[in-house]
């Protein structure tokens, strides 16, 4: 078979030979160019994360069950890119081919009542399916076989295709990782709390929890350490109990440290710290001994030991850095979920089983978020704006949210942060996404072992692809995106067994032979692979198709499919089934109609006869009848002609009686109005007023008398407040002559100003050196460097390019001994020159051949070539590192030298500041000594007074003058008397005219009322008409009305009596009625029983043949597949049968259900299939496939990683198994990482990007 793929995919214009029989390996990449964005976070099985970019041939990537990938191969290239963005975590960038691993939605069933089903809905590849079931137990058994948490790998140019409700229900997702456990120097949970509520820089925590100060107390035991409290600051110190040798810290205290790969005694000597240094390196742990032992020397007072805690917290770059250092990271689940319970109980803040950690450090919240993640919980990063409480000022700061399953398992002390059990359904781990194009960009990707299954950065699961084959679009047409990239059509040509398929995407086309095309030729094909090649023929990768992993139903439709191949059975049944139903129904409809036909005849009773009520003869009874209605009708319409022209004339009657009481009402108001005017007239007469200009006068006279009265007030305050600034200014002169002696007493006496100026100067050159000083010796720690190692590292750089000429040498005469042959006869050696054989003039010896071999002088030189790039690179580091060390050593010495004692640089500080501080004090009195001498105006409080006085003056300057033409004669109470008696005389003036205006107002109102509602009755009733007329009126239609009324109720009753009557002829009609339809049921009953029970049999002679018609099948797939079974389980063998019933208990009785099931004994036991490892099921469907090939006749096989989960030697079974039982076809296998000496033909297929 051959096949030839152009612009298929990644095959520009390829063709394989497979052979026309035998076993053959398509063997290559798992991977396509499926890739990732440059720059997306993997993690690694070490716990670390690396760029994608930068992963090489060889690592280690973590997978999805906590155990390595390892890397076969990268690659790179262009594509077009997409993001996924997840709702919670980190989006990443992936290209178009790139396989997307996501969980679906769990399965579910419940009953529709619309439907009258059982639904089961489920995920399948990554597609929302739903079955119909009858019956609940049904339901959940098929339920039952459904995987719990399905998860499957699609392409994300197929998952764009989805529907939006498939896509709903498809999330990405996170897991959690196993670690080895690793000794660490610190307890988990005590690293956590001083990583939460400790101070950077010191080996204190705070806290006001009891019960947690006692449980670190409690931990402290064992590092002989203990806690002294300040208030609620907790500070680690050494316990006073140790018998340690003391040790001194960096401090400057004497004693014993260590520092840089050397253990230090130090002491103090005559003021000045000494030190001796015991290198590691060269002592071993006898270092610290000879530390020790020097020390005691010196006979110097013991001082504290070192603190273990802070010690730890530099060795592990904590001190003044705070993160979680990566062995804690990657330790075991106990110990991790011990750090996390540290930082909730001290930093954490925990409501609704959600745990909440802010921090200001980055990087601390970060590997904060990768513990929660490895823990399997959900963990989410995010940059937030915060006030600080203690400050008040905002700052951006970073949160991380955890929540998820088992968070009970966090062992937190306070009691309020305790968490528990998840109660939500929903998973926390899985998350919707969407997808957004972002167009032409580079990818990174590489091929892996195993599943393909690796984690992100931030613990997402996702996949590394598999390469697909276009047989199966060959033969059936399908498949998405099979154009390679850049391309607009492709075409696949499969030569097979005398046959040759030509198919084609766009155009859309196919030819078998050159002569049947399109649907002719795919008839040709479905002759030859039959309908069931994707179940008999073709094993996916994932195996979903497979029969083994099909539900018992779909197992029952394929092996009826089988068994009956020329029999629609499926329509035989259904319509057996459509004809029970029908009659079904029919007799249900009968029976029903007749039950209820006999429920209303038994309602019903033979009604009781009444007779005619108008005397007439049976022929007139309707004329009769039709006549008493017509009176009936007529006498009802006089009497409402009569009622409405009585409402008419009571109406008039009313409207009169109205307008006659408001006339008489108005008139009486008229003549009450006309009285009051005439008294209001008589009263205002009598009234005296001066008039308006005469009343402003009186006002103005009394007002010159009120300011005449503060004229004599403003004069006397006046006098006084003039003597009182005299006072003040004379006061205030005294004072600033005092002032200028102070200052001038107490300026510039402790130093001059110019004795300051060059103090300043000097104290900023000493703190310029001591910085310097400081800078110089931290950068003379950064470049220390071990001269005896590099001297080490030059003589072995000498030696090794030495050695490398020598091997290259030999590697010469090596490659030269190769074409070099030796007379049988003579021994002379002789070699091929310009296809001449020719002697050897200069001999080379046999020895090398014998002690030496080319490939391993290869190898040592290759060894050698990458030991001297190494140590040519690092060398001159290092030669650069020593000569900056000397460099700096020159400059530290050149600055002490300048000093007979160095300084202390805080205490230079502080005097600097206090000299600064009072030559500015200094000055300040200068600049105030200088205004007062040079200021002679007075104060403001002085100059605002005078201001004062000065208004002061001007206004009695003007009262004096407004009041000149003042008369003192005037008595001021009799004035005040006469103006208020003038005011009140005026304002009843005014209201006398106001209410005359008003009445005359309500005068003209109430003429007008009059006349209009006169004028309205006359308009409504033409005139005005007597009272009593009208009563007269209305008594006559009442007397006619009453006479019509006992005319209409003989009528009524006449009518009444002719309804019974009707009522009771309908009656005795419906009662006769049922009884006829009763006798007819009764005999379509018997006629519908009769036609459902011949249909009922029908239905049981049809099972009964498909029962007998599929226990053969059974027989026959069971007898097939064992042979398999056998060969592919040599060391445990294995029975698996399928039998056409399932066995259910229900308490000690056991039930047979009829249903398609399998029955599974191995290794002594009767086991389920989801008992089976990955590897026994993948062979147990393998054998079933293979034994229906065999049923089916297939031509082929195609088994794409069918052999993936098992190892080397069962790999070697399975194939040597194929070859024995399932000879003389073609079995074409897709597999990666195998032995290829076990097949009969490989094609090795290389990756493309």
Same mark, same amino acid.
């Given at each position: 078979?051959?096949?030839?793929?152009?612009?298929?995919?990644?095959?520009?214009?390829?063709?394989?030979?497979?052979?026309?029989?035998?076993?053959?390996?398509?063997?290559?990449?798992?991977?396509?160019?499926?890739?990732?964005?440059?720059?997306?976070?993997?993690?690694?099985?070490?716990?670390?994360?690396?760029?994608?970019?930068?992963?090489?041939?060889?690592?280690?990537?973590?997978?999805?069950?906590?155990?390595?990938?390892?890397?076969?191969?990268?690659?790179?290239?262009?594509?077009?890119?997409?993001?996924?963005?997840?709702?919670?975590?980190?989006?990443?960038?992936?290209?178009?081919?790139?396989?997307?691993?996501?969980?679906?939605?769990?399965?579910?069933?419940?009953?529709?009542?619309?439907?009258?089903?059982?639904?089961?809905?489920?995920?399948?590849?990554?597609?929302?399916?739903?079955?119909?079931?009858?019956?609940?137990?049904?339901?959940?058994?098929?339920?039952?076989?459904?995987?719990?948490?399905?998860?499957?790998?699609?392409?994300?140019?197929?998952?764009?295709?989805?529907?939006?409700?498939?896509?709903?229900?498809?999330?990405?997702?996170?897991?959690?990782?196993?670690?080895?456990?690793?000794?660490?120097?610190?307890?988990?949970?005590?690293?956590?709390?001083?990583?939460?509520?400790?101070?950077?820089?010191?080996?204190?925590?705070?806290?006001?929890?009891?019960?947690?100060?006692?449980?670190?107390?409690?931990?402290?035991?064992?590092?002989?350490?203990?806690?002294?409290?300040?208030?609620?600051?907790?500070?680690?110190?050494?316990?006073?109990?140790?018998?340690?040798?003391?040790?001194?810290?960096?401090?400057?205290?004497?004693?014993?440290?260590?520092?840089?790969?050397?253990?230090?005694?130090?002491?103090?000597?005559?003021?000045?710290?000494?030190?001796?240094?015991?290198?590691?390196?060269?002592?071993?742990?006898?270092?610290?001994?000879?530390?020790?032992?020097?020390?005691?020397?010196?006979?110097?007072?013991?001082?504290?030991?070192?603190?273990?805690?802070?010690?730890?917290?530099?060795?592990?770059?904590?001190?003044?850095?705070?993160?979680?250092?990566?062995?804690?990271?990657?330790?075991?689940?106990?110990?991790?979920?011990?750090?996390?319970?540290?930082?909730?109980?001290?930093?954490?803040?925990?409501?609704?089983?959600?745990?909440?950690?802010?921090?200001?450090?980055?990087?601390?919240?970060?590997?904060?978020?990768?513990?929660?993640?490895?823990?399997?919980?959900?963990?989410?990063?995010?940059?937030?704006?915060?006030?600080?409480?203690?400050?008040?000022?905002?700052?951006?700061?970073?949160?991380?949210?955890?929540?998820?399953?088992?968070?009970?398992?966090?062992?937190?002390?306070?009691?309020?942060?305790?968490?528990?059990?998840?109660?939500?359904?929903?998973?926390?781990?899985? /998350?919707?996404?969407?997808?957004?194009?972002?167009?032409?960009?580079?990818?990174?990707?590489?091929?892996?072992?195993?599943?393909?299954?690796?984690?992100?950065?931030?613990?997402?699961?996702?996949?590394?692809?598999?390469?697909?084959?276009?047989?199966?679009?060959?033969?059936?047409?399908?498949?998405?995106?099979?154009?390679?990239?850049?391309?607009?059509?492709?075409?696949?040509?499969?030569?097979?067994?005398?046959?040759?398929?030509?198919?084609?995407?766009?155009?859309?086309?196919?030819?078998?032979?050159?002569?049947?095309?399109?649907?002719?030729?795919?008839?040709?094909?479905?002759?030859?692979?039959?309908?069931?090649?994707?179940?008999?023929?073709?094993?996916?990768?994932?195996?979903?198709?497979?029969?083994?992993?099909?539900?018992?139903?779909?197992?029952?439709?394929?092996?009826?499919?089988?068994?009956?191949?020329?029999?629609?059975?499926?329509?035989?049944?259904?319509?057996?089934?459509?004809?029970?139903?029908?009659?079904?129904?029919?007799?249900?409809?009968?029976?029903?109609?007749?039950?209820?036909?006999?429920?209303?005849?038994?309602?019903?009773?033979?009604?009781?006869?009444?007779?005619?009520?108008?005397?007439?003869?049976?022929?007139?009874?309707?004329?009769?009848?039709?006549?008493?209605?017509?009176?009936?009708?007529?006498?009802?319409?006089?009497?409402?002609?009569?009622?409405?022209?009585?409402?008419?004339?009571?109406?008039?009657?009313?409207?009169?009686?109205?307008?006659?009481?408001?006339?008489?009402?108005?008139?009486?108001?008229?003549?009450?109005?006309?009285?009051?005017?005439?008294?209001?007239?008589?009263?205002?007469?009598?009234?005296?007023?001066?008039?308006?200009?005469?009343?402003?006068?009186?006002?103005?006279?009394?007002?010159?008398?009120?300011?005449?009265?503060?004229?004599?007030?403003?004069?006397?305050?006046?006098?006084?407040?003039?003597?009182?600034?005299?006072?003040?200014?004379?006061?205030?002169?005294?004072?600033?002559?005092?002032?200028?002696?102070?200052?001038?007493?107490?300026?510039?006496?402790?130093?001059?100003?110019?004795?300051?100026?060059?103090?300043?100067?000097?104290?900023?050159?000493?703190?310029?050196?001591?910085?310097?000083?400081?800078?110089?010796?931290?950068?003379?720690?950064?470049?220390?460097?071990?001269?005896?190692?590099?001297?080490?590292?030059?003589?072995?750089?000498?030696?090794?390019?030495?050695?490398?000429?020598?091997?290259?040498?030999?590697?010469?005469?090596?490659?030269?001994?190769?074409?070099?042959?030796?007379?049988?006869?003579?021994?002379?050696?002789?070699?091929?020159?310009?296809?001449?054989?020719?002697?050897?003039?200069?001999?080379?010896?046999?020895?090398?051949?014998?002690?030496?071999?080319?490939?391993?002088?290869?190898?040592?030189?290759?060894?050698?070539?990458?030991?001297?790039?190494?140590?040519?690179?690092?060398?001159?580091?290092?030669?650069?590192?020593?000569?900056?060390?000397?460099?700096?050593?020159?400059?530290?010495?050149?600055?002490?030298?300048?000093?007979?004692?160095?300084?202390?640089?805080?205490?230079?500080?502080?005097?600097?500041?206090?000299?600064?501080?009072?030559?500015?004090?200094?000055?300040?009195?200068?600049?105030?000594?200088?205004?007062?001498?040079?200021?002679?105006?007075?104060?403001?409080?002085?100059?605002?007074?005078?201001?004062?006085?000065?208004?002061?003056?001007?206004?009695?300057?003007?009262?004096?003058?407004?009041?000149?033409?003042?008369?003192?004669?005037?008595?001021?109470?009799?004035?005040?008397?006469?103006?208020?008696?003038?005011?009140?005389?005026?304002?009843?003036?005014?209201?006398?005219?106001?209410?005359?205006?008003?009445?005359?107002?309500?005068?003209?109102?109430?003429?007008?009322?009059?006349?209009?509602?006169?004028?309205? /009755?006359?308009?409504?009733?033409?005139?005005?008409?007597?009272?009593?007329?009208?009563?007269?009126?209305?008594?006559?239609?009442?007397?006619?009305?009453?006479?019509?009324?006992?005319?209409?109720?003989?009528?009524?009753?006449?009518?009444?009596?002719?309804?019974?009557?009707?009522?009771?002829?309908?009656?005795?009609?419906?009662?006769?009625?049922?009884?006829?339809?009763?006798?007819?049921?009764?005999?379509?009953?018997?006629?519908?029983?009769?036609?459902?029970?011949?249909?009922?049999?029908?239905?049981?002679?049809?099972?009964?043949?498909?029962?007998?018609?599929?226990?053969?099948?059974?027989?026959?797939?069971?007898?097939?597949?064992?042979?398999?079974?056998?060969?592919?389980?040599?060391?445990?063998?294995?029975?698996?049968?399928?039998?056409?019933?399932?066995?259910?208990?229900?308490?000690?009785?056991?039930?047979?259900?009829?249903?398609?099931?399998?029955?599974?004994?191995?290794?002594?036991?009767?086991?389920?299939?989801?008992?089976?490892?990955?590897?026994?099921?993948?062979?147990?469907?393998?054998?079933?496939?293979?034994?229906?090939?065999?049923?089916?006749?297939?031509?082929?096989?195609?088994?794409?990683?069918?052999?993936?989960?098992?190892?080397?030697?069962?790999?070697?079974?399975?194939?040597?198994?194929?070859?024995?039982?399932?000879?003389?076809?073609?079995?074409?296998?897709?597999?990666?990482?195998?032995?290829?000496?076990?097949?009969?033909?490989?094609?090795?297929?290389?990756?493309?990007?």
């Amino acid at each position: 078979m051959k096949i030839t793929l152009k612009n298929f995919r990644c095959y520009e214009n390829e063709t394989f030979d497979f052979g026309e029989n035998g076993i053959t390996l398509l063997s290559g990449s798992s991977g396509a160019g499926k890739c990732m964005g440059k720059d997306t976070i993997i993690l690694m099985y070490d716990g670390t994360r690396k760029k994608i970019q930068d992963i090489k041939e060889g690592d280690l990537i973590m997978g999805d069950d906590s155990t390595p990938r390892s890397v076969l191969s990268t690659c790179k290239g262009e594509d077009m890119m997409y993001e996924v963005i997840p709702t919670k975590g980190r989006p990443y960038i992936v290209n178009s081919k790139h396989i997307l691993t996501l969980k679906g939605n769990r399965p579910c069933y419940n009953f529709r009542k619309n439907r009258n089903k059982w639904v089961v809905r489920y995920m399948k590849n990554s597609v929302l399916k739903s079955k119909q079931f009858d019956g609940q137990d049904d339901a959940y058994d098929f339920y039952q076989s459904l995987e719990k948490e399905p998860i499957n790998d699609i392409c994300i140019e197929d998952y764009l295709k989805l529907g939006k409700t498939n896509q709903r229900y498809n999330y990405t997702f996170h897991v959690g990782v196993d670690f080895e456990e690793k000794s660490v120097l610190l307890d988990p949970y005590l690293l956590g709390i001083w990583l939460g509520d400790g101070t950077s820089k010191e080996s204190s925590i705070t806290s006001v929890d009891d019960d947690l100060i006692d449980y670190i107390k409690e931990i402290l035991i064992k590092y002989d350490l203990c806690l002294r409290k300040n208030k609620i600051t907790y500070t680690i110190i050494n316990s006073e109990e140790s018998t340690d040798i003391s040790h001194s810290n960096t401090s400057g205290e004497q004693g014993v440290f260590f520092n840089r790969g050397h253990w230090v005694a130090q002491w103090k000597e005559n003021g000045k710290i000494k030190g001796k240094y015991f290198s590691v390196k060269k002592n071993g742990e006898k270092a610290k001994v000879l530390a020790i032992e020097y020390i005691k020397t010196k006979e110097l007072i013991p001082k504290k030991r070192r603190n273990y805690f802070t010690d730890t917290l530099k060795k592990l770059k904590l001190w003044g850095n705070k993160h979680i250092p990566h062995v804690y990271k990657t330790n075991s689940r106990e110990n991790r979920l011990k750090l996390l319970a540290g930082l909730i109980d001290t930093d954490g803040y925990v409501y609704k089983n959600t745990i909440e950690i802010c921090q200001k450090r980055k990087q601390l919240a970060e590997d904060i978020e990768y513990l929660a993640l490895s823990l399997g919980f959900m963990a989410v990063f995010k940059q937030i704006e915060k006030i600080c409480t203690n400050t008040g000022v905002t700052g951006i700061y970073y949160q991380v949210t955890i929540f998820g399953e088992n968070l009970n398992d966090i062992p937190t002390i306070i009691k309020y942060k305790k968490l528990h059990q998840r109660c939500q359904t929903k998973r926390a781990t899985v /998350h919707g996404f969407k997808v957004n194009k972002i167009g032409l960009g580079d990818y990174y990707g590489f091929e892996l072992d195993g599943n393909g299954r690796y984690l992100m950065g931030d613990f997402k699961v996702t996949h590394n692809t598999s390469i697909l084959l276009g047989i199966y679009f060959a033969l059936f047409g399908t498949g998405s995106k099979l154009a390679m990239y850049g391309k607009s059509s492709c075409t696949v040509t499969l030569e097979f067994d005398g046959m040759t398929i030509t198919r084609s995407k766009r155009p859309n086309r196919l030819v078998v032979n050159s002569i049947y095309e399109d649907d002719a030729g795919q008839s040709v094909i479905d002759k030859k692979f039959g309908d069931s090649f994707k179940t008999t023929g073709y094993i996916s990768q994932n195996a979903s198709d497979s029969f083994i992993l099909m539900s018992p139903i779909e197992k029952l439709g394929f092996l009826e499919k089988f068994a009956f191949q020329d029999i629609n059975l499926s329509r035989v049944k259904k319509r057996c089934k459509d004809l029970i139903k029908e009659r079904n129904e029919n007799l249900l409809k009968t029976t029903s109609q007749l039950e209820m036909a006999t429920l209303m005849l038994e309602e019903l009773s033979e009604p009781e006869k009444i007779e005619f009520p108008l005397k007439c003869s049976k022929k007139n009874r309707a004329k009769a009848i039709n006549n008493e209605t017509i009176r009936s009708k007529n006498t009802c319409t006089l009497i409402k002609r009569y009622k409405k022209k009585i409402v008419s004339l009571q109406k008039e009657l009313h409207s009169l009686q109205v307008l006659n009481a408001q006339i008489t009402s108005k008139k009486d108001s008229l003549d009450s109005i006309v009285e009051k005017l005439a008294d209001m007239s008589l009263e205002e007469s009598t009234i005296e007023y001066d008039g308006d200009e005469k009343l402003q006068e009186y006002q103005d006279q009394l007002s010159i008398l009120i300011s005449l009265r503060e004229l004599t007030l403003l004069q006397e305050r006046y006098d006084e407040d003039v003597l009182r600034l005299e006072n003040m200014k004379e006061n205030e002169k005294v004072d600033k002559d005092e002032k200028i002696k102070s200052i001038e007493d107490s300026i510039w006496q402790e130093y001059t100003k110019n004795d300051c100026m060059a103090t300043i100067k000097d104290y900023q050159q000493i703190i310029k050196d001591l910085e310097k000083l400081d800078d110089l010796k931290t950068d003379l720690d950064r470049y220390v460097v071990d001269e005896d190692q590099l001297a080490k590292y030059i003589e072995e750089l000498a030696a090794a390019k030495d050695t490398i000429e020598e091997k290259k040498k030999l590697l010469d005469k090596l490659e030269m001994q190769q074409e070099i042959f030796q007379c049988p006869s003579c021994s002379v050696q002789l070699r091929f020159q310009d296809d001449d054989l020719q002697i050897l003039e200069n001999s080379i010896t046999t020895e090398i051949h014998e002690q030496e071999d080319i490939d391993m002088v290869s190898n040592e030189i290759d060894k050698l070539k990458r030991k001297i790039r190494s140590l040519e690179s690092s060398i001159p580091i290092k030669q650069n590192k020593l000569e900056r060390h000397k460099e700096l050593s020159k400059s530290i010495q050149l600055i002490t030298e300048q000093y007979e004692e160095i300084p202390d640089l805080s205490e230079m500080k502080k005097d600097l500041e206090y000299i600064r501080s009072y030559k500015s004090s200094q000055e300040e009195l200068d600049r105030q000594l200088t205004d007062l001498k040079s200021n002679d105006s007075y104060s403001s409080t002085i100059s605002s007074f005078e201001k004062s006085l000065r208004k002061q003056a001007l206004k009695i300057k003007g009262l004096k003058k407004e009041n000149k033409k003042y008369d003192k004669d005037i008595d001021e109470e009799e004035l005040r008397l006469n103006i208020i008696t003038q005011k009140r005389n005026k304002e009843k003036l005014e209201s006398f005219s106001q209410e005359t205006r008003k009445l005359n107002s309500e005068k003209i109102t109430y003429e007008k009322d009059i006349k209009s509602c006169t004028e309205e /009755h006359t308009e409504k009733y033409k005139k005005i008409r007597d009272v009593s007329t009208l009563e007269g009126k209305i008594q006559i239609n009442l007397s006619e009305l009453s006479a019509l009324e006992k005319k209409q109720e003989e009528h009524r009753v006449n009518v009444e009596n002719i309804e019974k009557y009707q009522e009771y002829k309908k009656a005795l009609d419906t009662y006769n009625s049922w009884s006829t339809k009763i006798e007819t049921l009764k005999k379509e009953e018997i006629e519908c029983r009769k036609l459902y029970a011949s249909a009922t049999l029908l239905k049981e002679k049809i099972l009964e043949a498909e029962s007998i018609a599929m226990l053969n099948v059974i027989s026959s797939i069971n007898t097939h597949t064992q042979g398999y079974l056998e060969a592919f389980f040599p060391d445990n063998p294995i029975s698996v049968k399928l039998v056409p019933f399932k066995e259910t208990k229900s308490g000690k009785t056991v039930k047979r259900k009829p249903q398609i099931n399998l029955e599974i004994e191995y290794k002594g036991m009767e086991a389920d299939i989801n008992m089976l490892s990955g590897g026994e099921l993948s062979r147990v469907i393998l054998s079933f496939a293979l034994a229906l090939g065999e049923m089916f006749n297939t031509p082929m096989m195609l088994l794409d990683e069918c052999t993936a989960s098992l190892d080397q030697e069962l790999t070697g079974v399975v194939m040597d198994g194929i070859r024995e039982l399932f000879s003389g076809k073609l079995v074409l296998i897709i597999a990666h990482q195998v032995v290829k000496g076990q097949f009969d033909k490989v094609i090795q297929i290389g990756t493309k990007d």
